[in-house]
């Protein structure tokens, strides 16, 4: 059975940096995209951020220049760097993989659990 297991959330300062970590785990044949959502309180989830299987990129305006995000395929995993965090990106960041499980012909999304990012001074 497919999993994503996230971590690297917590509280931390204005200014400060994070990092978040994505494992993908299970019977896994390949992996498209994977993405990183936010959705803070009284908010819809938006995308922070994506990147290809060919490492092509994309961020939301406000992360630009402040976010970076990477993988690493031999572990099935994206990161999230975040520096320069503002009060603004407290919200709960949930990673994302369209991927294919072994014997399995058909991309599928896939979620993790969440991980609870709170910016505050």
């Known amino acids: 059975q497919v999993q994503l297991v996230e971590s690297g959330g917590g509280l931390v300062q204005p200014g400060g940096s994070l990092r978040l970590s994505c494992a993908a785990s299970g019977s896994i044949s390949s992996i498209n995209y994977m993405r990183w959502y936010r959705q803070a309180p009284g908010k819809e989830r938006e995308l922070v951020a994506f990147?290809?299987?060919?490492?092509?990129?994309y961020y939301l305006d406000s992360v630009k220049g402040r976010f970076l995000i990477s993988r690493d395929n031999t572990r099935n995993t994206v990161y999230l760097q975040m520096n320069s965090l503002k009060p603004e990106d407290t919200a709960v960041y949930y990673c994302n993989a369209q991927l294919k499980p072994l014997y399995i012909t058909m991309w599928s999304d896939y979620w993790g659990q969440g991980t609870q990012v709170t910016v505050s001074s």
């Open positions: 990147i290809t299987s060919a490492d092509s990129t």
